[in-house]
């Protein structure tokens, strides 16, 4: 049997306890790092399945809603919020659909549509529309500047359309078609007698009327 002096057993019982605790404090930190980096890994799977599939799609501006505004041949013309990549079709609904008179040969109703857009469905019969703004698309899916623009029929167009003339608010825009129920437009210079409307309002959208 192999005996050792007091102080080689009080070396060995240093070495031991030293050993062990390299040993103790080796595992512990392995557990920790292990833990650490699955907790980390978990969440970037959370993330990339959030941004992968998220809730809602964005169009490539980042917008969630677009605001519209919708005439002519619908049951109620007006300003809307539709969610975006909504097309024509889309703004009809929001607007009661579509009256007797829509000319359907003239409706794309498959067309995209974009923010702070103005659409104008024709009637039967009815002239090809100015649109006055910088955004508007005609029915057809065409925007003013692809068609042969033509004139505002002040015996013809409606109180939305008449409403985007320079000036002519709604109370001005009822004025007109009031005056026509008793009398159609014979020259544009006939506007002038339309309450409301003078010599200076008629500079301003002379250009802009027909009959």
Known sequence: MISFT????????ILVVFVIGIIGFNLIF?????ITYEEIEDEDIVEGREVKNGDYEKDEEGIEEIVIHISGAVNKSGIF????????????????????????????????????????IYKIGEEQLTQDTNNSTNANGLDSTEENIEKININTADI???????????????NIVEYRKNSKFKSIEDI????????????????????
């Open 30 to 34: 392995k557990d920790k790092n292990e």
């Open 160 to 174: 939305t359309l008449l409403e985007s003339l320079p000036g002519i608010g709604k109370v001005k825009a009822n």
């Open 81 to 120: 919020t539709l969610k975006s990549n909504s097309r024509i079709n889309d703004a009809v609904l929001a607007a009661g659909g579509l009256t007797d008179e829509a000319d359907m040969d003239r409706i794309n109703l498959a067309k995209k549509i974009n923010d702070e857009e103005k659409i104008h």
């Open 192 to 211: 002038m007698n339309v309450d409301g409307i003078g010599q200076k309002t008629f500079q301003n959208i002379k250009d802009k009327l027909t009959i």
């Open 6 to 13: 007091r102080k080689e057993q009080i070396v060995i019982l």
